[in-house]
């Protein structure tokens, strides 16, 4: 059986998503029964995504010479034509997609119906959904069948908890620079503060910047602020550094606006670093907001700088919810879990 991927590139570990891709593919790679493909942007000579669609009929005579398709639904409006076309060919390719997060859910206006109705399209029109979160696996199959959705629940490569030396006012976030993720929220809320607490924290952000006009409206808000000292822009870090950061750090802020799940998360617990978070989206289903962090009402600046407050003050709590955070870890899949549910998904679904 030959299985083609369609993808940006061949290996992409930018983020969660792209890390739980990258490795569910390598396990499909390891059947012996089973030639993947892998069909880049290079490959069909895509340069501007906008025509996907039409790059991916040029090439088609490649993406459909297989026995499965394989696309995360990420490239939902941008593919949904060419997988129109599929549906008319005499020879009915299936196609598989791992789903995420609904991308409508961060558009406004008319764009958001729009794009809903476009995604929503294009998942119907797949044959399998791939998810790897309860949050989306409930959203779902609010609308589609139980027999459509192959639920491949998020893992992690478990390992000994690393020793932690907090260092005192250390907050932390780790993610991509993009407006999803809600960093304006967060430099807001930072101006709120008190003049003495100010004064004796630091806000590391890591992360590689996706959104260079978001990157530039962020700094211009810090300038405006006056936060030049207090927040610190890292990029993105080795494994080692990130481990160090990680270590070092008292909280961890993630103000994302939108999440399938959050990696990200899990990794700060495993340091037992308590997570301060929105409460939308997955968060509530790993964050517990008062055992391993603390939940904030969605968007509100003034409740966040609150609690920052809060816990800067009171280490007893930090302790307490570190404790809480550590335990969460320790109730997380492996990847042997993962591996599991990769294996029957291959064997009762892929090669079927």
Same mark, same amino acid.
């Given at each position: 059986?030959?299985?083609?991927?369609? +993808?940006?590139?061949?290996?992409? /570990?930018?983020?969660?998503?792209?890390?739980?891709?990258?490795? #569910?593919?390598?396990?499909?790679?390891?059947?012996? /029964?089973?030639?993947?493909?892998?069909?880049?942007?290079? *490959?069909?000579?895509?340069?501007?995504?906008?025509?996907?669609?039409?790059?991916?009929?040029?090439?088609?005579?490649?993406?459909?010479?297989?026995?499965?398709?394989?696309?995360?639904?990420?490239?939902? &409006?941008?593919?949904?034509?060419?997988?129109?076309?599929? !549906?008319? *060919?005499?020879?009915? #390719?299936?196609?598989?997609?791992?789903?995420?997060?609904?991308?409508?859910? *961060?558009? *406004?206006?008319?764009?958001?119906?729009?794009?809903?109705?476009?995604?929503?399209?294009?998942? $119907?029109?797949?044959?399998?959904?791939?998810?790897? /979160?309860?949050?989306?696996?409930?959203?779902?199959?609010?609308?589609?069948?139980?027999?459509?959705?192959?639920? #491949? %629940?998020?893992?992690?490569? $478990?390992?000994?908890?690393?020793?932690?030396?907090?260092?005192?006012?250390?907050?932390?976030?780790?993610?991509?620079?993009?407006?999803?993720?809600? @960093?304006?929220?967060? @430099? %807001?809320?930072? =101006?709120? #503060?008190?003049?003495?607490?100010?004064?004796?924290?630091?806000?590391?952000?890591?992360?590689?910047?996706?959104?260079? =006009?978001?990157?530039?409206? @962020?700094?211009?808000?810090?300038? !405006?602020?006056?936060?030049?000292?207090?927040?610190?822009?890292?990029? !993105?870090?080795?494994?080692? %550094?990130?481990?160090?950061?990680?270590?070092? =750090?008292?909280?961890?802020?993630?103000?994302?606006?939108?999440?399938?799940?959050?990696?990200?998360?899990?990794?700060?617990?495993?340091?037992?670093?308590?997570?301060?978070?929105?409460?939308?989206?997955?968060?509530?289903?790993?964050?517990?907001?008062?055992?391993?962090?603390?939940?904030?009402?969605?968007?509100?600046?003034?409740?966040? =700088?609150?609690?920052?407050?809060?816990?800067?003050?009171? $280490?007893?709590?930090?302790?307490?919810?570190?404790?809480?955070?550590?335990?969460?870890?320790? !109730?997380?899949? &492996?990847?042997?879990?993962?591996?599991?549910?990769?294996?029957?998904?291959? $064997?009762?679904?892929?090669? +079927?």
């Amino acid at each position: 059986m030959r299985v083609n991927i369609l +993808c940006k590139q061949k290996r992409q /570990n930018t983020t969660g998503g792209n890390i739980y891709d990258s490795y #569910l593919f390598e396990q499909i790679e390891k059947e012996d /029964n089973i030639e993947v493909r892998y069909i880049t942007d290079e *490959q069909i000579g895509c340069k501007i995504l906008l025509f996907y669609s039409i790059y991916c009929w040029m090439s088609r005579k490649d993406i459909l010479d297989c026995d499965k398709l394989i696309i995360n639904s990420s490239r939902f &409006s941008k593919f949904l034509p060419f997988l129109f076309f599929l !549906r008319f *060919q005499k020879k009915r #390719l299936p196609v598989i997609t791992i789903h995420h997060h609904f991308g409508f859910r *961060q558009l *406004q206006g008319i764009k958001k119906y729009v794009y809903r109705w476009m995604e929503l399209q294009f998942l $119907k029109y797949c044959d399998i959904i791939i998810t790897p /979160n309860q949050y989306v696996r409930e959203e779902l199959l609010s609308h589609f069948g139980s027999s459509k959705i192959a639920f #491949l %629940e998020l893992a992690f490569n $478990k390992v000994p908890n690393k020793k932690i030396t907090p260092q005192f006012g250390n907050f932390l976030y780790v993610g991509t620079i993009e407006k999803r993720k809600g @960093i304006k929220y967060l @430099i %807001e809320s930072l =101006a709120l #503060l008190s003049v003495e607490m100010k004064k004796e924290i630091t806000v590391n952000i890591v992360g590689k910047v996706v959104e260079q =006009a978001y990157y530039k409206s @962020i700094l211009k808000l810090i300038n !405006r602020l006056g936060l030049q000292k207090i927040v610190k822009f890292h990029g !993105r870090l080795s494994d080692e %550094e990130l481990s160090t950061a990680y270590q070092n =750090a008292s909280y961890f802020v993630f103000p994302s606006l939108h999440e399938g799940y959050g990696m990200v998360i899990i990794e700060a617990m495993s340091y037992g670093i308590p997570v301060i978070a929105f409460d939308n989206s997955a968060m509530p289903y790993t964050i517990k907001n008062g055992y391993n962090g603390l939940l904030i009402k969605n968007k509100n600046i003034h409740e966040l =700088a609150d609690r920052m407050q809060t816990v800067f003050i009171d $280490k007893n709590l930090r302790e307490k919810l570190s404790i809480g955070a550590l335990e969460t870890y320790n !109730r997380a899949r &492996s990847l042997n879990d993962l591996d599991k549910d990769i294996s029957l998904f291959i $064997k009762q679904t892929l090669l +079927c």
